[in-house]
T-cell receptor, first 113, second 115 residues
């Protein structure tokens, strides 16, 4: 069966440290992988997109890597701040599904001051 | 503020009621989506509209009926819902659905409770 799993449901880190979130998938051949942030009671907000032929993408304090051999994407937040506390979702799209995305299970990140 | 507006924000209805959820975007996007999200779970795709035509229906029960009156509006008509349909219903839009290279813009959802 197809699965998209994100590491531990909840992740706590100290302010200023780097948070690393993992997205693992099985039985997909994703063409694109996106990361979203979701705050309680709000809709997801797009953060970054990476294509299958890209190894790494950066945006300010955010970095995404994509390893199609390991079937894994890592999402890093450097110099984390309490305002980064939220649920982070990865989402895959394949060449067959176009912009139809399958979301991962999500990781709830808490940055402790 | 999000660029996708959903109304109402909260809705409580009985199992015999008929109600509608509304979604509006003015970004010129031609793809619009309905998702259902239960607590502490990821969004699950329900329907996709592309150029105002239903493109994908993820085997959703017929008590949910989508409608796309024009390129800016998306409705979800509800009838005879069950308690397990209580969830956050999210609307999203993107430029098109041809590729997965476009971000989806989400509204803040309608919190639906079925009594």
């Amino acid at each position: 069966s197809q699965k998209i799993e994100q590491n531990s449901e909840a992740l706590n880190i100290q302010e200023g440290k780097t948070a690393t979130l993992t997205c693992n998938y099985t039985n997909y051949s994703p063409a694109y992988l996106q990361w979203y942030r979701q705050d309680p009671g709000r809709g997801p907000v797009f953060l970054l997109l990476i294509r299958e032929n890209e190894k790494e993408k950066r945006k300010e304090r955010l970095k995404v890597t994509f390893d199609t051999t390991l079937k894994q994407s890592l999402f890093h937040i450097t110099a984390s701040q309490p305002a980064d506390s939220a649920t982070y979702l990865c989402a895959l799209a394949t060449w067959n599904t176009g912009n139809q995305f399958y979301f991962g299970t999500g990781t709830s990140l808490t940055v402790i001051p | 503020d999000t660029e996708v507006t959903q109304t109402p924000k909260h809705l409580v209805m009985g199992m015999t009621n008929k109600k509608s959820l509304k979604c509006e975007q003015h970004m010129g996007h031609r793809a619009m989506y309905w998702y259902k999200q239960k607590a502490k779970k990821p969004p699950e795709l329900m329907f996709v509209y592309s150029y105002e035509k239903l493109s994908i229906n993820e085997s959703v029960p017929s008590r949910f009926s989508p409608e796309c009156p024009n390129s800016s509006l998306l409705n979800l008509h509800l009838h005879a819902l069950q308690p397990e349909d209580s969830a956050l219903y999210l609307c999203a839009s993107s430029q098109e659905i041809r590729t997965g290279s476009q971000p989806q813009h989400f509204g803040d959802g309608t919190r639906l409770s079925i009594l």
